[in-house]
């Protein structure tokens, strides 16, 4: 005689996944259209998920006020705990898909200028060893307040804690000069001392946006580290302003004028001939810190333990380079 198994009411209980997973889409985004967009459905599905978990749990989960909406005290609980839960899930199954074949995806966070002039040139070395890797770069200067759903594996920032659930370790500090391109010291000759760049074109990084960079240091602060003062410049004396380094950097190689560099980052292109150091000068800030931190759970992960031993590797080959320059 056939022995049937005992229907499981703990299980059957349970609301649908489905229903689940358009809860957290819509608790992230507070909205039930930016959902439905998340989810690639509709806005009237998104609404009926949410309207049969709410009358499978008999209380409400949102509070409807226009396009909004927002989280009760139920609803934030429910999404406390499934968050986590989904999140476990999505990272158990990630694993398991690595492990059959499919490649693997590491997200890395860092600044727009890491990733151009400290990332972007080494990456090719490597992805060309690591195949069976694929690298997410995702740039900001708001790395606390990052877009919902997003958990890189790795931040690369001047903050040793910058969420929890991860490690972090110091790589490097920063040291940082005058760099021009050899067109414009040849423009201008008197750029090969402090007063002459002093007197000359600066190209001057501002505040606005980066408060979650690093602490700011401009050309005031440099000048002021070398016991000169800027407000001695001339009242005619060019200075153009932008709060993207980037920009920074592009206008010292279109020869307008002379820029601070760190060093981890305009290296690369003084090597290359194509910044300079017009003087010797430099500013070291040896308690400002950079740091590399790891997601917790990826301690036994062995493509995210490459690129952690990766990055080490290229720091250290960095800091030979300055020592035998």
Same mark, same amino acid.
């Given at each position: 005689?056939?022995k049937h198994t005992k229907p499981d009411f703990a299980l059957l209980k349970l609301p649908s996944l489905h229903a689940i997973r358009t809860f957290v889409a819509a608790a992230r985004y507070q909205n039930f259209t930016r959902a439905?967009?998340?989810?690639?459905?509709?806005?009237?599905?998104?609404?009926?998920?949410?309207?049969?978990?709410?009358?499978?749990?008999?209380?409400?989960?949102?509070?409807?006020?226009?396009?909004?909406?927002?989280?009760?005290?139920?609803?934030?609980?429910?999404?406390?705990?499934?968050?986590?839960?989904?999140?476990?899930?999505?990272?158990?199954?990630?694993?398991?898909?690595?492990?059959?074949?499919?490649?693997?995806?590491?997200?890395?966070?860092?600044?727009?200028?890491?990733?151009?002039?400290?990332?972007?040139?080494?990456?090719?070395? *490597?992805?060309? %060893? /690591?195949? @069976? #890797?694929?690298?997410?770069?995702?740039?900001?200067?708001?790395?606390?307040?990052? &877009?919902? =759903?997003?958990?890189?594996?790795?931040?690369?920032?001047?903050?040793?804690?910058?969420?929890?659930?991860?490690?972090?370790?110091?790589?490097?500090?920063?040291?940082?000069?005058?760099?021009?391109?050899?067109?414009?010291?040849?423009?201008?000759?008197?750029?090969?001392?402090?007063?002459?760049?002093?007197?000359?074109?600066?190209?001057?990084?501002?505040?606005?946006?980066?408060?979650?960079?690093?602490?700011?240091?401009?050309?005031?602060?440099? *000048?002021?580290? %070398? /016991?000169? @003062? #800027?407000?001695?410049?001339?009242?005619?004396?060019?200075?153009?302003?932008?709060? &993207?380094? =980037?920009?920074?950097?592009?206008?010292?190689?279109?020869?307008?004028?002379?820029?601070?560099?760190?060093?981890?980052?305009?290296?690369?292109?003084?090597?290359?001939?194509?910044?300079?150091?017009?003087?010797?000068?430099?500013?070291?800030?040896?308690?400002?810190?950079?740091?590399?931190?790891?997601?917790?759970?990826?301690?036994?992960?062995?493509?995210?333990?490459?690129?952690?031993?990766?990055?080490?590797?290229?720091?250290?080959?960095?800091?030979?380079?300055?020592? /035998?320059?």
């Amino acid at each position: 005689m056939v022995k049937h198994t005992k229907p499981d009411f703990a299980l059957l209980k349970l609301p649908s996944l489905h229903a689940i997973r358009t809860f957290v889409a819509a608790a992230r985004y507070q909205n039930f259209t930016r959902a439905a967009e998340a989810l690639c459905v509709s806005q009237a599905a998104v609404s009926r998920q949410i309207r049969d978990l709410e009358e499978d749990l008999g209380t409400e989960l949102f509070l409807r006020a226009g396009r909004s909406v927002e989280l009760t005290s139920a609803g934030s609980l429910l999404f406390d705990t499934v968050q986590l839960s989904l999140g476990n899930i999505s990272r158990t199954t990630e694993r398991i898909r690595g492990k059959s074949g499919a490649k693997k995806t590491i997200t890395l966070c860092c600044s727009p200028a890491f990733a151009r002039f400290w990332l972007a040139p080494r990456l090719r070395g *490597f992805i060309t %060893q /690591n195949t @069976d #890797i694929d690298v997410n770069i995702i740039t900001t200067h708001s790395f606390f307040s990052l &877009d919902p =759903g997003l958990t890189p594996d790795f931040f690369i920032t001047k903050w040793k804690r910058v969420h929890d659930g991860y490690t972090s370790q110091p790589i490097f500090s920063d040291v940082i000069y005058p760099v021009c391109s050899p067109g414009y010291l040849e423009e201008n000759p008197d750029a090969n001392n402090l007063n002459g760049i002093l007197n000359g074109s600066l190209l001057n990084l501002t505040h606005h946006g980066r408060s979650q960079v690093d602490e700011h240091v401009d050309w005031n602060l440099w *000048f002021a580290y %070398q /016991n000169a @003062d #800027i407000k001695e410049r001339p009242a005619d004396a060019i200075q153009l302003l932008t709060n &993207d380094y =980037g920009t920074i950097i592009d206008l010292a190689l279109d020869h307008q004028g002379v820029a601070l560099g760190w060093n981890y980052l305009v290296a690369p292109l003084i090597e290359k001939g194509l910044l300079m150091r017009p003087v010797r000068e430099s500013m070291a800030l040896s308690d400002t810190l950079h740091f590399l931190s790891m997601r917790d759970d990826l301690t036994e992960d062995e493509c995210s333990l490459r690129l952690h031993a990766w990055v080490l590797e290229q720091v250290r080959q960095m800091e030979e380079s300055v020592l /035998n320059r």
